[in-house]
């Protein structure tokens, strides 16, 4: 099925893009793809941007800072994923640096922790092939490799 194409006019296009951004902190780039399906020439797109900026609807360093905090929290996700995904979104390096210190570093190794215990209990197999799939899982999830080996020779101290 094709999806028509709407065209808004500037202003109805800024009453849709300033409810979207109350709605969720948002980054540069997923509002200008939204502008540009809205139909708005760069020209427009641009001025849009700009006044969303000077309004603050739209903050790098806010986005950057509740995107790592959700993805963190909710989804536990460790600091390589969150950065990953932040590159993509084009958000700038220092905004990056800075969302990611905010993560207390003994909620994160217990975090951690959490999870590898969780899947080791979840995994069958000899302890060996527990142990790899226990190293991949925390690898997709973002961790650093240094912090999962580190939880995982504590864990296999108290066993």
Known sequence: MDQKEIRYSFLE??????AWCAYQDRCHSEVYK????YGLDDEDTNALLADLIVNRFL????FADSYVSGKFRIKKWGKIKIKTQLKLRQIPATCIQSALNTIDSNEYFQTLHQLAEKKWKEK????FQIKGKVVLYLQSKGYEND???SVLEEMEGNV
């Open 13 to 18: 296009a800024k009453q849709k893009i300033e």
């Open 34 to 37: 939204k502008l540009r399906s």
């Open 59 to 62: 903050d790098e360093q806010r």
């Open 124 to 127: 069958k197999g000899t302890p």
């Open 147 to 149: 912090l999962i080996f």
